[in-house]
Nanobody, 119 residues
Framework: QVQLVESGGGLVQAGGSLRLSCVYSTSRDSIVTMGWYRQAPGKQRELVAI???????NYADSVKGRFTISRDNAKNTMYLQMGSLKPEDTANYYCNAKVVVWPSTRDYWGQGTQVTVSS
């Protein structure tokens, strides 16, 4: 069982920066991958960035070079540092955690935090 709470969303001008946080709690230390997803109205939820327990990261092409995902296990917090924001980054951003439940995985989601980038 994993609880995820996002924060840090808001309104920002194009070209600006914003940092999202995701505080997580779990009764089992089996989270192997965490990530950020986003969903805009009328569009499907898409992967923004992921980070593994080993520290490996991957980013969607649309955010590569502008966003940085990180994780602080001591604080049970994952971050998404967003820079050079564009209007097309406007979406509801969700924190995700994948837990191994052999032979598959289970996904947990936060409630989402809205990011709006003005032109």
């Amino acid at each position: 069982q994993v609880q995820l709470v996002e924060s840090g969303g808001g309104l920002v001008q194009a070209g600006g920066s914003l940092r999202l946080s995701c505080v997580y709690s779990t009764s089992r230390d089996s989270i192997v991958t965490m990530g950020w997803y986003r969903q805009a109205p009328g569009k499907q939820r898409e992967l923004v960035a992921i980070i593994t327990s080993g520290g490996s990261t991957n980013y969607a092409d649309s955010v590569k070079g502008r966003f940085t995902i990180s994780r602080d296990n001591a604080k049970n917090t994952m971050y998404l540092q967003m820079g050079s924001l564009k209007p097309e980054d406007t979406a509801n951003y969700y924190c995700n955690a994948k837990v191994v439940v052999w032979p598959s995985t289970r996904d947990y989601w936060g409630q989402g935090t809205q990011v709006t980038v003005s032109s």
